[in-house]
């Protein structure tokens, strides 16, 4: 970034206008150009000659300011280090690509920043690529105008991690991305950001293909940096399965959603495995939305959920239809019950979409077994978690009881429903697996 040079002239107007009929910022001369917003930096300006990176980079390097630095395709196999006030650009469709022993450092300050832009300001440079065994630290740095179609649309993406727990190869500290041409940040994997990242921007950033500002794996969500992610084709956070890597599509471990300022949408979520035990916490403010036919699931009863908002700031789980509907996805679906399950002050809207399960509790949907539910519990729970819970707009049930077990479980009495087709509650069966002739259904009002 290049120091601004409008400084002097600005004082020599302000000593002009103590003179008689002078004219005042409010009625400018025809000449006087409007200024340009340039802060200036501290930056000089660079005198050496361009310096030009390309091919694979196997010893250490540092990049200086005194130079302007263009890169055309460029592995990193070991430690680059560039320092503040450094200006980098790099070529048309070109990555900057750190692999296994490599690093990129950028050491910005707030008065001396970084700078990544193309070449050719028309024509989108690639990205940073961090491969397996790779690491990239940003601090202060801008990156703009990257993300060509070519790379996989974003301006950085981290390609490592198919192990729990996943890696943490990318520190963002007072980072922003521009205008980038698909999604500012991938996430492939089950890599993350690294521990301390914060402050990130990302903004006038996506494509038709990829609108988000951050598209992340499950085992992300806990790494997600304080920041801002609006002004994007789609202001939201999403979260998928494909992202992830093909042997652990789930969330693997305890991960904390906050509240980032934009939802999250989601194709589906499954929290825990089998030989996995996992967490998810979810704070008061944060929304959740799901594509039609997706679902939250916690695996069994050795993982939980836990949404806790507050009634001025709930959890809200929701359609990620611009124009919702009952049952455009399946709901929350508890496969097991957790001593930790707690479900305190959410929305769940326009879920009970098909639960591809039948027979469970004693109430069916017409014409068939169909049980699906905004909310489904399979296992019977020691205690009734769920309180102050909204439940509106469900094509199935409100709260699906299909245990078998004791009836003395209940949620009416702590939720409200509205607008709920089948029954607010089911009835669950006896120990025996039998139900009352004439089960209670009761409505919603």
């Known amino acids: 970034m290049f120091a601004s040079f409008r400084r002097p002239a600005l004082l020599l107007l302000l000593t002009a206008c103590t003179l008689p009929g002078c004219s005042s910022e409010s009625d400018p001369t025809p000449n006087d150009t409007p200024d340009s917003g340039v802060v200036d930096t501290g930056c000089p300006v660079p005198t050496g000659a361009a310096v030009t990176h390309q091919g694979t980079l196997s010893s250490p390097e540092t990049w200086s300011a005194s130079s302007p630095h263009v890169v055309s395709s460029l592995d990193v196999n070991a430690a680059v280090t560039v320092e ?6 790099v070529s048309a469709a070109a990555n900057i690509q750190v ?65 729990l727990p996943g890696t943490r190869p990318l520190f963002v500290d007072h980072v922003t991305i521009e205008e980038s041409a698909g999604p500012g940040i991938v996430i492939n994997g089950t890599a993350g950001f690294a521990e301390g990242s914060n402050s990130l921007t990302i903004t006038r950033s996506g494509s038709e293909s990829g609108p988000q500002p951050l598209r992340i794996n ?60 996992a967490t998810l916490t979810i704070e008061a403010g944060a929304e959740l939305r799901f594509d039609p036919g997706g679902r939250l699931v916690v695996y069994d009863g050795k993982s939980a959920l836990i949404a806790a908002g507050t009634q001025a700031h709930p959890v809200v789980f929701t359609s990620a239809k611009a124009t919702p509907g009952a049952g455009d996805w399946a709901g929350l679906r508890f496969e097991g019950t957790n001593p930790s399950d707690r479900l305190e002050n959410i929305r769940v809207r326009y879920a009970g979409g098909a639960c591809l399960c039948s027979s469970f509790g004693c109430n069916y949907l017409p014409p068939s077994f169909d049980v699906s539910s905004a909310i489904l519990l399979f296992a019977q729970p020691a205690t009734p978690f769920i309180t102050g819970a909204s439940i509106e707009d469900s094509a199935g049930h409100g709260i699906l009881r299909g245990w078998n077990g004791s009836d003395t479980v209940g949620f009416v009495g702590t939720n409200t429903f509205a607008r709920i087709q089948g029954c607010t509650q089911t009835t669950p069966r006896d120990p025996q697996g039998r139900c009352p002739s004439d089960p209670p259904c009761p409505r919603a009002p």
């Open 84 to 89: 503040p006030c450094t200006v980098v650009s």
């Open 218 to 277: 499950p085992n992300a969500l806990g790494t997600l940096p304080s920041g801002t992610y609006t002004g994007n084709r789609e202001d939201t956070v999403f979260v998928s399965p494909s992202i992830a890597s093909a042997t652990i599509s789930y969330l693997g471990g305890n991960a904390t959603v906050r509240d980032l300022g934009v939802p999250y949408h989601l194709e589906t979520l499954t929290v825990g495995n089998h030989d996995t035990a």
């Open 99 to 163: 692999n296994s022993g490599g690093a990129f450092i950028t050491q910005g300050t707030q008065a001396k920043p970084v700078r990544i832009e193309p070449v050719d300001s028309g024509r989108p440079w690639g990205q940073v690529l961090i491969n397996a065994g790779g690491s990239v630290r940003l601090a202060w740095t801008t990156l703009s105008r990257g993300g060509n179609p070519s790379s996989a649309e974003a301006t950085v993406r981290v390609r490592s991690g198919a192990d």
